[in-house]
């Protein structure tokens, strides 16, 4: 499986932008790029996945390289409720399951 | 609630015990999984279900032993377990992959496993 690159942690001040880097450098044409985060205590839940093009969600919004060895996940304006571990994941139809690697540890404070 | 449920939330059990680990989904998915995650670890995929038929083991001991009944129903029994086996147990489920779609998978809220 092609692996991702994310720092360990950031932090964020409450309403404002916050833009999480994933590095993909060994991605393969038919590799989705996947965001997952974690809440303290619950299961993952899904964030947003796109191929080439950025994509626009009620959550987020995702930004791909032209050269798609980089995205960026970006929220738009950060509560609280978004301090989370998120998780950048490469996905493709030859996979049976997502592989989930350490992910960024985002805190948000007010 | 994601639609995905698991009993019990927590679980405490002994060396010696057998117990099982419950995962129900009423989203329509024909894909079920079971992930770990220890302590400050990422996730670990350890089984992987596809239309009730079991298509991933990944290297999981003996002592884990899943059971997919039918495609809205995934159990993980457990026996003779270790204290390293301690470790929130999650479930999920989703649509199989297939040509031109690229499903999501929706996670229940795990069980936390301590073994004593």
């Known amino acids: 499986d092609a692996k991702t690159t994310q720092p360990n942690s950031m932090e964020s001040n409450e309403e404002e932008p916050v833009h999480l880097p994933c590095n993909h450098s060994t991605i393969s044409g038919t590799d989705y790029i996947h965001w997952y985060r974690q809440l303290p205590s619950q299961g993952p839940e899904y964030v947003i996945h796109g191929l080439t093009s950025n994509v626009n969600n009620r959550m987020a919004s995702l930004a791909i390289a032209e050269d798609r060895k980089s995205s960026t996940l970006i929220l738009h304006r950060a509560t609280l409720r978004d301090a989370a571990v998120y998780y950048c994941i490469l996905f493709n139809q030859a996979g049976t399951a997502l592989i989930f690697g350490k992910g960024t540890t985002l805190s948000v404070s007010s | 609630e994601t639609g995905v449920t698991q009993t019990p939330r927590h679980l405490v059990m002994g060396m010696t015990n057998k117990k099982s680990l419950k995962c129900e989904q009423h989203l329509g998915h024909n894909a079920m999984y079971w992930y770990k995650q220890s302590a400050k670890k990422p996730l670990e995929l350890m089984f992987v279900?596809?239309?009730?038929?079991?298509?991933e083991n990944n290297s999981v001991p003996s002592r884990f032993s899943p059971e997919c009944p039918n495609s809205s129903h995934l159990f993980l029994h457990l026996h003779t377990l270790q204290p390293e086996d301690s470790a929130l147990y999650l479930c999920?489920?989703?649509?199989?992959?297939?040509?031109?779609?690229?499903?999501?998978?929706?996670f229940g809220s795990g069980t936390q496993l301590s073994v004593l």
């Open positions: 999920a489920s989703s649509q199989p992959p297939s040509r031109g779609s690229n499903e999501k998978l929706f």
């Open positions: 279900y596809s239309l009730e038929e079991r298509v």
